[in-house]
Structures are given as C-alpha cells and as structure tokens.
C-alpha cells in the first residue's frame, strides 16, 4: 500500500519567453495547464487507468515564475476515494544562476477513474499516510471534500444555467469561443482540461486588462466544479463578466459553455471565478480603477464575489503561515 510520498510525481519546465503572459513573467493560463498536465500523471500512475479533472479546489498564485527561470512542479496523490484520487500540486521556481528556489503556487485537484465511455470506474489503489505530516495532508483533503460536497449539492440548479449573457445588465463584459480540434483531446475525444484552462484564463485576462487599461497577473482561482465533459468537434464559449474590484486586484467570472455545432444543444460546462492583480510599468501591483456596482446583477456578484474574497484571503493567510513553519 502506497504512502502520499510513493505517489510524488516531478515535473520540470523552463520558462521561455513563449510562455509569458504579462512582460517577463508566466501566463497564468499555461502555469494552470501545467499542473493540470502534472496532477494527471500522479493520478494516472496510482489509478492504473485514464482520469478526468472533475474539480479544483483552489490554485493560488504567491510569486510569478519569470521567464529563464525554472519551474519544478511536483504532484503527489493525498487521498483516494471510492473512484476518485485527491491531488495536490505545488509549484517552485528555480533561479538558474544562484539554484535558489522558492514556492510560487499552491493547488489541489481531484480527479475521477474513468472507463472508456467516461464513466467512473473504481480505484482499485488505497493511500496509507507514512507519518504524522502525511496523516495531516490526508484529514485536510477529507476537510476539502466536505466542503465540495455541499458545492455539488447545487450542481442541478448550475447545469440548467445557459443564459446566453452573464448577466443582461452587467457593464463589464467579455465573449470568446474557440472549437475543439482532435489535437486538445488527451484520450479518446474529450478535450484536455488543461487546454480549457489556458483559454479560460485568457478571457478573464482579457475582461481585466480592457477594465484596468493595463496588464495583469493571474492570483487565484477559487473552488472550480466541472458539470459535462466538452467533446472533440464541439465549440467551447467563455462568457466573462466583472464581479468586484479591490485595490490592486479584481475578480471576474467566467461561464463555459459548450455546444453541439449541428445541432445546437449547448451544455453548462463549469464556471470559475478568478483573481487578478493588475500590474504597473515597475510589474508591481498598482491601483485599478474604482468601480462601483449600479445594476441588481453587479451588486449581485459584488455581494457574492466579496464573501469569497474573505475565505480567499483566510486560506492564503494559512498556505503562508504553513510554509513558513516548514522553512522552520
């Protein structure tokens, strides 16, 4: 039987200028697809079979990866369900000259076994915590899934949710579609979640930086539940919305929506909220521009939006208070 530390999955990649997204640092698109691509490995080896991403309980963004630095991702197994494996990722980058490292991003997945017709199948592997820390990574993905437990239990009323706009009355607002090609698949034809990860994150990007008139650095995304899979040959859309604007930072939504081309029956694929840090010419954080909700459907998501800044802003405060008990 397995320990989390027997799962632990290494993935290394240097940053090249190809893979920036504001001047001299990483997309936060590409790093989510690369940990999407790393927390699929680690699953697959313990599953013995093909795996979906079915949720994200968090990613936060501490420190950018800059371009020529490496970034060391390693991806270890925390918990096994029934059909299910728990994930957590956390990121380093690495200066090339002087070897330092540093921890630039914190993550957790949860992915589900799957047969060839996509449906769960069983995870014949179990997970036995070696030690004390182990044990504690274990009880805090039993915590996370409590609480994607009650998330899912308003799945029925999200998955009828395909309102052609975010919301009719909201200023702020950003549409982009793209189709999925045979090359985005990772097996059989279902697109790689990673793949709509990147393009998700380049609508909110986009939203942001037209509202801040500047560019902008990916922070976090919150808990991210996916409801279909999205198929080869389908055409994905992201309909982007502005949710609330703080100081240096604001957050916008994102609906996925997926549709049959032929016949037109569109599904809700997720929705994920984001958080972005709008950048000056010094890349540090800067002022946005103030915003203030006028319509029922702003102050709406500006009420929604501020009780997840508060949870968000909490779990942050313990991922750094965690590392600096590690670093001792």
Known sequence: MPSITDTVVEMVQWVFPEHAG??????????MEWITQAGTLAAARIARGHVVLGA???????HPVRVGQIAILRAQVEHVGTSSLEVGVRVWAEDVATGARAVTLNSHLVFVRVGDDLRPRPVAVTIEPADAAE???????RLRREHRLARFAQKAARLRDTTPEPDADVRWR??????????DALFGNTMFVGKLLMALDEAGGI????????PVMTACLDALDFYSP?????????????????NASLEIGVKVLTEVPWSGAVRHACTAFLTYVHLGPDLRPRPCPPFNPETPGERRRW???????????????????????ERG
Request: glycine residues 8%; hydrophobic residues 45%.
């Open 56 to 62: 994200m309980d968090d990613i936060d963004f501490l």
């Open 207 to 214: 939203l942001s930086m037209r509202y801040c008139k500047g």
């Open 303 to 325: 009420s929604e939006a501020a009780a997840r800044r508060e949870l968000r802003l909490e779990r942050v405060k313990r991922l750094k208070a965690a590392l600096s008990n």
């Open 174 to 183: 950003f549409e982009s579609a793209r189709s999925v090609l045979p090359e």
């Open 135 to 141: 044990a504690r990574l274990a009880e805090a993905a």
């Open 22 to 31: 504001a001047p001299g640092q990483i997309h936060g698109g590409r790093m």
């Open 230 to 246: 999205i198929f080869t040959h389908e055409v994905v859309t992201f309909r982007a919305g502005l949710n609330h604007v703080g």
